[in-house]
């Protein structure tokens, strides 16, 4: 979970993310082809040199921390890019999924996530806003940049995306090692899915709920990292 500036929504998203039931059934609703696997979970925090008092409240959790969470501090903002890439270096689990710090994602939707990779359809899941499930309207700038990304993607990388840019992104841990990451800020979501599907991995999607948030509640990218974005997908066409 890569944090900056999150005060308002922190306690929030740590509570959910803590508390959601993540067990998991394989076999969908038949027994006989398998027990349910109740997934253990660890929480890496990543604060990315917050000055609103996101910091403050994690120093605080840092002093006596819950088994399951480990937070580390960024001393200088450095971007998503480099907040996820440490969160990558010290996660230890076989699974690795991205969560935002707000309250876009709802961490209910991690079971649908976590199925295919369990039944073994797909080694990397994204959660999809664009395939039916419930959320909050996006903005029309917000809808039209993520769909021309998507196509973008779609043309230079050979396949059949809905959603690139969704933050739901939830990989097996052996599909990222080795894999060189560069990007600091947003530019980290085209980083990762150019170099996923370079190397030959199936990206499987499923539909998500969404309750996106305006600039004015403190929605941060903005159409310049959408350009940046473009950049970065025809830059990994060609270059790892």
Known sequence: MPVYNERATLEEIVRLVRTVDLTVNPAGDNPILGDPIAVERELVIVDDGSTDGTRDILAQWKKDPPPD???????????????????????????????????????????????????????????????????????????????????????????SLSDMETCYKCFRRDVLAGVPLRSRRFEIEPELTAKILKRGYTIYEVPISYNGRAFHEGKKITWRDGITALRTLAKYRFVD
């Open 69 to 159: 969470m480990h937070i580390v501090f960024h001393e200088i903002n450095g971007g998503k890019g480099a907040a996820l890439r440490t969160g990558f270096e010290h996660a230890t689990g076989d699974l690795i999924v991205i969560q935002d710090a707000d309250l876009e994602y709802d961490p209910r939707d991690y079971v649908k996530l976590l199925e295919p990779i369990l039944e073994g359809r797909a080694p990397v899941v994204y959660g999809s806003r664009f395939l039916g499930g419930p959320r909050a309207a996006m903005s029309l700038s917000h809808t039209v940049g993520n769909k021309m990304l998507t196509i973008v993607t779609n043309i230079f990388y050979g396949t």
